[in-house]
């Protein structure tokens, strides 16, 4: 399972910031998906994540400035994030795992991490 990332770069603090990732087509269903980010020098922690009937959790960080949402007949995460500060500046990587039980700590698929910077 091949994930892709689109979105991140540049944005202004006190904005939005939306992420979108897509699996590539698998006769598997990921059970869990979601973001994870890292700032260097520091522990990856989670952001956000959906299994496929919904359920959701997000990092103590982000909460109430960020919602996940999933298509999964496409394949599709999307996490959008409200009043991002310069404190949100990591590399975020989409990931998941087939079983939706998976701590977000052991998911067994990561894609290639995508910079947001968010500028103050």
């Known amino acids: 399972v091949q994930l892709q990332a689109s979105g991140g770069g540049l944005v202004q603090a006190g904005g939005s910031l939306t992420l979108s990732c897509t699996a590539s087509r698998s006769r598997k269903s990921i059970g869990v998906m979601g973001w994870l980010r890292q700032v260097p020098g520091k522990r990856r922690e989670l952001v956000a994540q959906i299994t496929t009937d919904g359920i959701t959790m997000y990092g103590d960080s982000v909460k109430g400035r960020a919602t996940i949402s999933r298509d999964n007949a496409n394949g599709t995460v999307t996490l959008q994030m409200n009043g991002v500060t310069p404190e949100d500046t990591a590399v975020y990587y989409c990931?998941?795992?087939?079983?939706?039980?998976?701590?977000?700590?052991?998911?067994?698929?990561r894609g290639q991490g995508t910079l947001v910077t968010v500028s103050s």
């Open positions: 990931a998941g795992d087939l079983d939706p039980q998976s701590g977000w700590w052991t998911f067994e698929y």
